[in-house]
């Protein structure tokens, strides 16, 4: 992974330091991803976009356990929370679409019309879903477009172990602490997966961090996520797989670019319906 790591900077009352107009944004892969920050997320009270919504091959969508869990913090559900199935964004990225993430990002864009002083904080990438790593390419978009100069893109991470330099960490107190743990109880589709977080990160109902990443989209990459996707293939259980050069980094770079454009915002396509 093409990642650099800057100086490790903790705040352990970090809520008291922000600019009282600092407003947050939140940009997430997938439903659920949100209580790995539900305590930032009662302290920030962000606007937060969900891409997916979090069906994958087999499942139901998880849209409202997000959205019902993001109105008891006191956040906000952006314009695009969740509308589409994972299935219409991986047949995006097999099919080469880059215009139709780039409509997402304009959508996205034009919510954020009323933002000032604004903190974006995305997933992070770590090369265990390619839609994660997208969703830190939309934060830094959206960064870019937002400001300048930008302040620096903070993440969180999905899964443990994911690298990255450590700039906020929050310690949960019990009430908080209790808080999160009926909110991961009450998000019964991911029962197991948060089981299987809890048992590699045991901390992860005492504190929360965000961290800062530096990614090259430029430069070769293979992802777990491919590797695992050609061994399928290989084993006919999938017809083809998403990789990285054929089809995540052209859409990265077509965000980057989209992020860098000063001249009035793109015109927004309708989008395919969940239908």
Known sequence: MQLKNTDI?????????????????????????ELRIHHWIELSKPRIYLLTDGSGGRHSARTQYSRDLVEAA????????????????????????????ADVLARIHADLSDMQDVQIVSDAVDGYNPMHDLAYAFGDAINRLLQRPARKQLCS????????????????????????????????????????????????????LLISQHF???????????????????????????TYKENVQPVAQRL????????????????????
């Open 157 to 208: 991470a999905a899964v443990p172990n994911v690298p990255g330099a450590v700039e906020v960490e929050i310690q949960l107190d019990s009430a908080a602490r209790a808080r999160k743990m009926a909110a991961v109880k009450a998000y019964t589709p991911l029962a197991d997966e948060a089981r299987q977080i809890l048992d590699r990160d045991p901390q992860c109902f005492d504190r929360e």
């Open 74 to 101: 006191g956040a906000t559900a952006g314009a695009v929370f969740g509308d589409m199935p994972d299935a219409v964004w991986y047949k995006a990225l097999l099919a080469g679409d880059s215009g139709f993430f």
């Open 256 to 275: 980057m670019s989209e992020g860098d454009r000063t001249h009035a915002p793109r015109k927004v396509q309708r989008l395919p319906s969940r239908a």
């Open 9 to 33: 900077c903790q705040s352990l009352d970090w809520s008291r330091c922000l600019p009282e107009k600092l407003q947050h944004v939140l940009i997430l892969a997938h439903p659920g991803h």
């Open 216 to 242: 090259d989209w430029d430069a070769p990459w293979t992802p777990d996520w491919e590797r695992i996707g050609k061994e399928r293939v290989a084993n006919k259980v999938y017809d083809r797989c998403i």
